[in-house]
Structure formats: C-alpha cells, structure tokens
C-alpha cells in the first residue's frame, strides 16, 4: 500500500512518475491536466500549480460533498432509503416478468467485482482516506473508526496486481457518464457491463482530485444498488444464501456450503411482510412492543423501523418482523438465535385487555364507539 501521496505518482497503478515521463509502465498516459482550484493546465508530474501554487498532489480528500444517487449524506454518505424504496417497487432485475435466483446471484457477484475494484483503486489515490465516509485512516488501520468499512481484505490483491502489471490500463471508447448512468438501467449487456469496468480506471488528463470524486460517487452508487439486490434476494429468496444457493439452517449465521455471512436487510424485510398473518386490534400487543424496542435501543440494535414492526438484532445486526407468532412464541432472534430476554405481557383476548372490555377500550383509548 502507498503511505505517502505527496508525490506523483500514475493514478492507475501508483508507481511513481518522474519529471518529463510522459507514459507509465501500465501504460497509463500522463498528459497535462487542469488545476481543480484554478483550472490552469499543468504538467501531469506538477506537484504544485503554475498559477495558483496549489498542491496538486495531496493525501487529504477535499473535493466537495456530493451525492451519489441512491445516497446521502448525514455526517457521511449513508444509503438513502426513500430513494431506494421507489427502486425496490419497481423490482429492477425481473426479466420476462419474474424474479429469478440466478439473474440475482449474477448481478451480485458482478457488483461485489466492481465495488472490490473501485475500491482497490481508491487506495491507490487515496490511502490515507475512508472511501465511505473521507475520514483520515492511520497508515496501519485496517478498519475505518468512523463507519467501520474495513480496508485491507481482498482490496489488497487488486492494489498489487494494478502495481505490478505491465501494460494493463486500458482506455475505454465511451464516455464515463454515459455508462455510469446505464448501471441504472439494471439491464446491462455483456458489452456495457465490461466498458463500464473498464471506465473505473482513470481517464486520460484527469485529475487526482476528479478522478476521486468519480470513484468517490461509484462506490456509493454502486454499494446502493448492492443493497437493492439483496432486499430483492431477502424478498424472493430469503430461505437460501445468495453467494451459492445453499439452504440456510435456522440460527445459522454462515452458510453450511459457503461460509458466507447471511445478510437481512431493512427494506427486504419490510417489502416481505406475507409471514405477519396475526390479527392485531390497536394497543394489543404495546407491551410486548415496548420491551422489543427498548432491549434493541439498549444494546446496539436499530430501531428506525420500530414503528413498521422491524428492528435488527444487537447481537447480529439482521432485521426481522418483532409482531410474528414465531418470534413472539419465542423471543429469539429467527436469524442467529440471540434471546430477547424480558418479561411483558401479551394479551391475546381481543375481549379483555388491561381488565377491562374491548367496547370501553376502545372507547377510552381512542374515542372509538362501537
């Protein structure tokens, strides 16, 4: 990994480049680009700007906020779920009018391959930065303290191969925007889905600080799509994991076949609500509500949909239904297990709640005259 960016060096592959080289071993062409500041063009290996004396190569990300759709931003880049709400009814992966497993194992496994490449090529321009959020990151942390992506995986493989291969940049034909706004089409053919890849690389003339905020904007259109894809898969296909198919046992966290981590996520669950069949008058079950709630609130959990009957379990972090007969039966988690230990009373009669009749209930609570 590159610790210091002080330097020029080629933005494909972060070998160093040298006053009056004009093309990188990876045969990345270092031509004259513009100044974000001034917009002055400047020698590729310019360390400051001919103009306005501007540092043209620095570690610290400080291009401006923006905001990637399906994203934005509330302290750092988060999902934007009105956004993707609109998306997950309009059930973008169907073809020929039905939701198929494999079409959304595919377009996984293609997204994780782009998101590992964009991120792979973020630490070469930008080691020193979270891709997700711009926090400074230590030279050996692996783990962003902010929003905890994690940094050094896989990623590191793709640095070094981008570091160590000869002649592998290669200039795509198309426009960048053009393909980026075709990844919103969910339909890409073989042909634009591998220009759009090849797009990820840095564009001739372009700017450290451009081609940041390009990457900057793929990865977090890119991570929202993901999460599209398995709301989708938690939707159709909740019973099976998405990397390989397997059946999930229950309170199994990793797939018998895979070892992949199960993954629930918030919109899937609340998409899917054909196992709440329990016939619910108002007030019925507030108790049980409320300590589901503050045990959640309590130990790490998310309650931001606590009001849609969802809320994700502090000890795996998947969502769930809290008003199904399963986990009311059981006060577990249908996930990885974890108890919901408290003591609530559930009252099942319709006829007798807190004492009294439903008619004086009603009438007491809500003004309901029956």
């Known amino acids: 990994m590159i610790t210091d960016t002080s330097n020029p060096h080629c933005l494909n592959c972060g070998r160093p480049a040298e006053a009056g080289q004009t093309k990188c071993e990876c045969g990345y062409e270092f031509a004259d680009f513009e100044c974000p500041h001034c917009g002055k063009k400047n020698e590729y290996t310019n360390r400051f700007c001919i103009s306005c004396g501007k540092g043209l190569w620095q570690s610290s990300v400080t291009f401006p906020v923006m905001q990637p759709r399906g994203c934005r931003f509330d302290d750092g880049m988060i999902l934007d779920m009105d956004f993707l709400k609109k998306e997950l009814v309009k059930t973008p992966h169907q073809e020929d009018g039905e939701i198929t497993a494999g079409v959304l194992r595919l377009q996984h496994v293609q997204h994780d391959k782009l998101i590992n490449e964009i991120c792979s090529r973020w630490w070469i ?165 409320r300590c589901v709630g503050s045990v959640c609130a309590d130990n790490g959990g998310d309650v931001s949909y606590f009001d849609d009957g969802i809320v994700s379990c502090p000890e795996c972090l998947n969502y769930f239904h809290y008003l199904t007969s399963d986990f009311m039966d059981t006060q577990r988690c249908p996930h990885c297990g974890a108890h919901f230990s408290f003591a609530a009373t559930i009252f099942q009669d319709e006829w007798d709640y807190a004492g009294i009749p439903y008619d004086e209930y009603m009438e007491t609570y809500y003004g309901v005259k029956r």
């Open 125 to 289: 321009v930008s080691p020193a930065n979270c891709i997700s959020c711009k926090s400074e990151l230590d030279s050996l942390e692996n783990v962003c303290p902010k929003c905890n992506i994690l940094h050094y995986d896989s990623h590191d493989k793709g640095v070094m191969e981008l570091k160590t291969m000869k002649d592998n940049y290669v200039k795509t034909e198309r426009d960048a925007s053009e393909l980026s706004r075709l990844k919103w089409t969910y339909k890409l053919s073989d042909t634009d889905a591998g220009d759009y890849f090849l797009s990820l690389a840095p564009m001739i003339g372009e700017s450290q600080s451009e081609y940041r905020k390009r990457l900057f904007k793929e990865y977090g259109e890119n991570c929202a799509i993901s999460y599209l894809i398995n709301c989708e898969w938690n939707i159709y296909f909740e019973g099976a994991c998405i990397n390989c198919g397997a059946s999930l046992e229950r309170y199994k966290l990793d797939c018998p076949s895979c070892g992949m981590k199960k993954n629930v996520p918030a919109l899937g669950v609340l998409f899917n609500d054909d196992s709440i069949e329990m016939e619910k008058f108002a007030g019925q079950f507030d108790d049980f509500s």
